[in-house]
Nanobody
Framework: QVQLVESGGGLVQPGGSLRLSCAAS????????MGWYRQAPGKQRELVAT??????????NYADSVKGRFTISRDNERNTVYLQMNSLKPEDTAVYYC?????????WGQGTQVTVSS
């Protein structure tokens, strides 16, 4: 059974950086577009960034709120997708999840908490 495990979250000051990782326990990455999502307290889960499979060129898209600050990447040999987050803002505080894009309901993991606060 495929599982996705997110890591790399933590507490960071505004303007700081974090790098999130998402490791899959199976050969899912090479065949699926992947995405990072986040859910802030009291809000719906939102899509943050996506990256397509290699065969169609690893096309990347970002939500307007993170464009220019976040970078998504993937390593298919390591079955891992990353999210580099720079210039973090308090409004980036959320639990961050990875999943396929579109998301597969059974693949949601525990997520990793990112808190941006001084």
């Amino acid at each position: 059974q495929v599982q996705l495990v997110e890591s790399g979250g933590g507490l960071v000051q505004p303007g700081g950086s974090l790098r999130l990782s998402c490791a899959a326990s199976g050969s899912i990455f090479s065949n699926y577009d992947m995405g990072w999502y986040r859910q802030a307290p009291g809000k719906q889960r939102e899509l943050v960034a996506t990256i397509t499979i290699d065969r169609i060129g690893r096309i990347i898209n970002y939500a307007d709120s993170v464009k220019g600050r976040f970078t998504i990447s993937r390593d298919n040999e390591r079955n891992t997708v990353y999210l580099q987050m720079n210039s973090l803002k308090p409004e980036d505080t959320a639990v961050y999840y990875c999943n396929t894009h579109p998301a597969i309901a059974t693949l949601w993991g525990q997520g990793t908490q990112v808190t941006v606060s001084s």
